[in-house]
Structure formats: C-alpha cells, structure tokens
C-alpha cells in the first residue's frame, strides 16, 4: 500500500521566518500527493497536490511544496510564516484500492505553531 | 467551487438512539464520497467509500451494521450511527471527488453520545 510519513509531530516557527513542513513518501509506482490544511474543529482545506510536471508546486495561501523524486519527499512551505499559519497540516498520497477507488493515504498530521 | 457541507456541525444524542448525518457536494457532482473518523490530535481514518447507486466499500474494522452510509444521488451521502454509545463520540468528517484526484472536505461532525 502507498503511504507518506510525516516525521515531526509540531514544527514551531517565528512570524516572518520561513516556514517547511515534512513529508516522506512510499509507492509503488508514481506518486500522486496532497498537502491539506486542517483548522481546529473544521474540515480539511486542500492546499496543493503533485501529479505530473513541474517538481515545485504552487497552492493557496501562498504555500508551495517541492517533488524530490530521488529523496522520496514532498515537504511542504512557505517563505515567510503568518500567526494565521496555525493549523494541522496534513500530506496524503493516492491509494489504488483493488476495487478501484482512489482513496487518500493520510499522515498522522503536523502541528505548526506561528509565534509572533 | 469544490464546496462540501456536512449537516449538524455538532449533535449530542444518548446512548442507545441513532444519529443521521448529512454530507452534500454543494457545486458540483461526486463521483465518490468518503467517510472518516478522526479522534483528538490524530489523522483521519477511513470508514467507508460509497459510490452514488451503490454500496459502500468499508475499511477492514468497520461495522456495517452499525454505520450505515447511504449515497442516493451524486450530491448526497449520509452516515447513520445506529445504537450510539459513548466510545463512538468523535469528530465525522465526509469528503466528495468530483473527477480528479483530489478531495474536498466537509467541515465535520462533531457527535456526542451521552
């Protein structure tokens, strides 16, 4: 099965100061990753996903996420952090059930913390 | 585009009574709807993959019986937590995907079961 590894569990980080958020994955064939974004007591907002193309992703709010293939990462950034960046950040990869369905393999999440 | 809602936002029930709740793809069709379970400070985890018309697919661990989804049309899937008791309190979160890859979330339920 396909899965990704988020290995922090809080990333802490100054307002204005650059901002990365990790993310390892394992597939068997190519990969099709997700960053989503996850404030308290709401859904999940999707910020970006890799498919195929450029290596650097663009997605809301000004966050970006670089495809290494040969390090098997997709880590998560931006360059200059807002207190509103607070949230749990989620990176997903796409899971080829037998029956189909492209479900989402999720990491256990990343708590970032902006301070002012 | 791309919004999902999720009807309550919260609901406290007692144990023993059943719970409906209510996902809908607000702009566009879903081909596929998700339900997810996730408890305090941890990832989602997957319940169930419902196709409109058909039954659901549940995740190994997942009692059919006791969570019901129901897909009828491509913008409505429902989640019935039948015979509730306490340890099913949790935040319920749905998702729909229209024809890309990518998921849209619902913004969750919170349910109580007292």
């Known amino acids: 099965a396909q899965s990704v590894a988020q290995p922090e569990d809080q990333v802490n980080v100054a307002e204005g100061n650059p901002l990365t958020v990790k993310c390892t994955y394992s597939?068997?064939?190519?990969?099709?990753l997700f960053w989503y974004v996850q404030y308290p007591n709401r859904g999940l907002q999707f910020l970006l996903k890799?498919?195929?193309?450029?290596?650097l992703v663009k997605g809301s709010y000004g966050f970006e996420a670089e495809f290494n293939k040969s390090q098997t990462s997709f880590h998560l950034k931006k360059p200059s952090a807002l207190v509103s960046d607070s949230a749990l950040y989620f990176c997903?990869?796409?899971?080829?059930?037998?029956?189909?369905?492209?479900?989402?393999?999720f990491g256990k999440g990343n708590q970032v913390v902006v301070i002012p | 585009g791309a919004v999902v809602s999720q009807h309550p936002s919260w609901v406290i029930c007692k144990s023993g009574t059943s719970v409906k709740i209510e996902c809908r793809s607000l702009?566009?069709?879903?081909?596929?709807m998700f339900w997810y379970r996730q408890f305090p400070k941890q990832s989602l985890m997957l319940m169930a993959t419902?196709?409109?018309?058909?039954?659901?697919?549940?995740e190994q661990g997942v009692e059919k019986d006791k969570f019901l989804i129901n897909h009828a049309s491509l913008t409505l899937s429902t989640l019935t937590v039948t015979s509730a008791h306490p340890e099913d309190s949790s935040f319920y979160i749905c998702?729909?995907?229209?024809?890309?890859?990518?998921?849209?979330f619902g913004p969750g339920t919170r349910l109580t079961v007292t």
């Open positions: 998702s729909a995907r229209e024809r890309g890859y990518e998921q849209y």
């Open positions: 597939v068997s064939g190519n990969p099709y």
């Open positions: 890799y498919i195929t193309g450029d290596n």
């Open positions: 997903a990869v796409r899971d080829i059930m037998g029956y189909g369905n492209n479900r989402l393999a």
């Open positions: 702009d566009f069709q879903a081909t596929t």
């Open positions: 419902s196709n409109e018309g058909s039954k659901a697919t549940y």
